[in-house]
């Protein structure tokens, strides 16, 4: 076994990486950029080596820098995680020359299965299911007409060099194929710098399925048990699990042999991945191989008790698999769901800033992989994952319980995140169903027509947590405010009903408190359904609460301004405006305050840089219109027109950085 090796990568995965190797005894030497001085993977490895300034290119995609590193610290071997360098064919060679291991496949193996194109002849060579489809690089408009013509449409332009979903369009009818096609190489030759695009036939309402596979090279090659990553977001996987509720032991085994005899057929060792699309009539058809340790590799590792990464190197040390393909088990179920930095109320721009507050949930059969602590910086610069919480269960239900209850738990501050999304998908009947597909975001949280009410447990639930410490608050002021004399006499124990009124936007609600504070003990009736409640002490003056309903234990995100309570709970995000009966009846007859804004300038709505302006002065523009193209954490997103009106003036030119509020437009309206 390597006695050192270098991590090729930051955030939650090179932490992750550097558990194993302390738990192997093998020392690590972490790289880092000038943004990640303090970052979490810097701060737990063994030594660290600063490589350059914060743009990617300059530091975690720079080979030559990492390679001196390597060489310098007299490291054995490279990991290079996830993403950056880590399917990158030259990047394997060139660490391969300086006479250190790549953690990872063969570099041939990296080149034949990165294309899509070639690694989709692979398939075919091995007996693999291809999606039906043209598996060469279209030439122009008409060529792609006439193949889509023998297809069917919908049809999917894909780039051979894809990855992340760039680049890929839907095309529904000939009408859309010529403008589809030019933003296709367009994105393309921005992403991948390269404009080979194919075309396969689109598979309507399909799952995402995958198998991991372990190679060593000593000719063994198994597969573990699938995943499932169907939730996903613009392509990109929101939430996976393991094993498929669409998958019986019969198309596990199909899948799993397939998978092997492709790994075969590209000289494939170490751990790596084959996609499958599965249609609804279960036919199962090969996406791509991803050459590397996937993001959502920890579900498998808490289903089969494996560390995928202690596989990883001791493949690379050249080890043989103690492991047999009738030796893989797995027990139970296993869900994950990624926590990025991005504001689903506003379209999912990035978000940055600095974690001021955090806690992370604990607990049997929870599992955290994170690269954040309190004091954290989150940068413009890399991918906005910042962790990825993982529970597991004897069924899925019990992992799905016990995903919303950690979720629950989570508390990030200082940035937005995607953590209550993510729990208002999970508590989704569909997704507790089973019933999933690659359509079912746009379909379940995108569809304003397709909005699901909360369970009224659930409200419940949060409306008694809200109103329970808004009346603590309210006592706690009240006592403050009596004369000295009257607390000297000892304070009168109280243990009297309380009503409040309690508007949660769609409903209102109706609140009985009857408590004994001193005991903590609360019966509270919401619309005349009964709960036992006991408080915690001293919990009130946190915006993270537990509290006991009726024997069990519950968690709370709030956040407070005088009678407003915002409440976060099983995917429930809301304020709750807390009213005293009296309160209320006036509440009625007050104005409604009116959101000022200012609608003739555009500000950005978030830190990053420039990429393009659409307009001109002078232009006349439409409310909605995008004006200016923004990139920010390796996403490039539309900042569109608050109103209708005439451009003024422009205040920003591509390549300029700016922060979130600068003015960047001024209308004249
Ligand atoms: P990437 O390299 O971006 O991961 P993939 O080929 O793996 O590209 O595709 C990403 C996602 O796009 C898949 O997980 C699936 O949801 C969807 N997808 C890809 N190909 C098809 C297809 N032919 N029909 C329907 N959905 C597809
Ligand atoms: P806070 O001040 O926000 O309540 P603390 O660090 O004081 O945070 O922790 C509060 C309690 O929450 C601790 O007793 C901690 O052990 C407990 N806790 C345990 N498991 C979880 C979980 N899954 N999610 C949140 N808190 C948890
Ligand atoms: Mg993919």
């Known amino acids: 076994m390597f006695e050192k090796i270098l991590i090729a990568n930051r955030g939650e995965i090179a932490v992750r990486i550097n558990r194993t190797c302390k738990k192997l005894g093998i020392a690590t030497v972490a790289v880092y950029s000038e943004a990640d001085t303090r970052s979490l993977h810097v701060l737990e490895a063994d030594e660290a080596v600063l490589i350059g300034k914060a743009p990617a290119t300059e530091s975690y995609l720079s080979m030559d820098k990492i390679i001196a590193a390597a060489l310098d610290h007299n490291c054995q071997a490279i990991h290079p995680g996830y993403g950056f360098l880590s399917e990158n064919a030259d990047f394997c060679t060139k660490v391969s020359d300086a006479g250190i291991v790549f953690i990872g496949p063969p570099d041939k193996a990296i080149a034949s299965m990165g294309d899509k194109l070639s690694s989709k002849a692979l398939a075919e060579k091995a007996g693999v299911p291809i999606v039906p489809g043209h598996a060469a690089a279209l030439k122009n408009a008409e060529d792609a007409l006439a193949i889509a013509d023998r ?11 894809g990855g992340g979903g760039k680049g890929m369009r839907i095309v529904y009818s000939k009408d859309q194929m010529e403008s589809s096609l030019s933003s296709s190489i367009q994105e393309t030759k921005k992403a991948f710098g390269d404009d080979t695009i194919f075309m396969e036939k689109f598979i309507e309402n399909p799952r995402h399925v995958e198998i991991q596979v372990i190679a060593d090279s000593h000719g063994n090659t198994i597969y573990l048990v699938e995943r499932e990553c169907s ?12 094993p498929s509720p669409a998958v019986d032991e019969t198309l596990r085994r199909q899948m799993g042999e397939k998978a092997c005899a492709l790994a075969r ?10 996609e499958y699309i599965l249609g609804p009539d279960k036919n199962f058809y090969f996406l791509e191989m991803n050459t590397r340790l996937q993001v959502e590799h920890p579900v498998t590792e808490m289903v089969t008790g494996l560390d995928l990464v202690e596989l990883q190197l001791k493949i690379a040390a050249g080890e043989k698999l103690e492991l047999q393909q009738e030796d893989v088990h797995f027990q139970g179920w296993a869900i994950e769901a990624r926590i990025c930095a991005e504001d689903p109320s506003r379209g999912f721009i990035p978000s940055t800033g600095m974690i001021t507050r955090y806690y992370a949930p604990r607990g049997g059969n929870i599992r955290v992989d994170s690269g954040i602590q309190p004091g954290s910086v989150v940068s413009v610069y890399y991918d906005s994952m910042l962790a990825k919480v993982i529970t597991r269960g004897k069924t899925r239900e019990a992992a799905r319980t016990r995903m919303v209850n950690a979720l629950n738990g989570y508390h990030i501050e ?6 209550y999304y993510a729990n208002t998908i999970i508590n989704h009947p569909a997704f507790i169903r089973g019933d999933l597909s690659t359509d079912f975001i746009d379909q379940y949280m995108e569809n304003p027509n397709n909005a699901v009410k909360p369970l009224q447990e659930h409200m419940h639930h949060v409306v008694l947590a809200a109103t329970l410490i808004y009346h603590n608050r309210q006592s706690l002021i009240r006592h403050s405010l009596k004369p000295m004399t009257t607390l000297v006499g000892g304070a009168k124990k109280q243990k009297d009903e309380h009503l409040y009124v309690v508007n949660g936007g769609d409903d209102v609600y109706e609140l009985l408190l009857w408590g004994d504070p001193e005991k903590r003990l609360w019966i509270v009736f919401v619309d005349d359904h009964e709960y036992h409640v006991k408080t915690p002490d001293f919990e009130f003056y946190r915006r993270r609460l537990k509290l006991e309903i009726n024997g069990q234990a519950y968690r709370f995100r709030l956040d407070f301004s005088g009678n407003f309570i915002w409440g976060a709970y099983c995917g429930i995000t809301r304020t709750f405006e807390i009213y005293t009966p009296r309160e209320w ?11 000022i804004t200012a609608d003739n300038i555009l500000e950005s709505p978030m830190p990053g840089l420039i990429v393009n302006v659409l307009a001109k002065k002078g232009d006349r523009v439409h409310r909605g219109q995008d004006l200016v193209i923004m990139e920010s954490m390796k996403m490039e997103s539309g900042v569109s027109s608050p109103c209708d009106g005439d451009i ?10 700016v922060e979130t509020g600068d003015v960047l437009i001024k209308f004249t309206v």
């Open 585 to 595: 009846a006036l509440a009625q007859y007050m104005p409604k305050p009116e959101k």
């Open 231 to 242: 939730i996903q977001r613009r392509y990109q996987k929101v939430i996976e699990e393991t």
């Open 265 to 274: 057929e590209a000289g494939y060792t170490s751990a790596g991945t084959i």
């Open 648 to 657: 003024e003036e422009i205040l920003v030119e591509p390549g300029q950085a």
């Open 151 to 161: 297809i069917g449409y919908p049809v999917l332009l894909k780039p051979s060099a």
């Open 414 to 419: 200082g940035l937005e995140t995607n953590l």
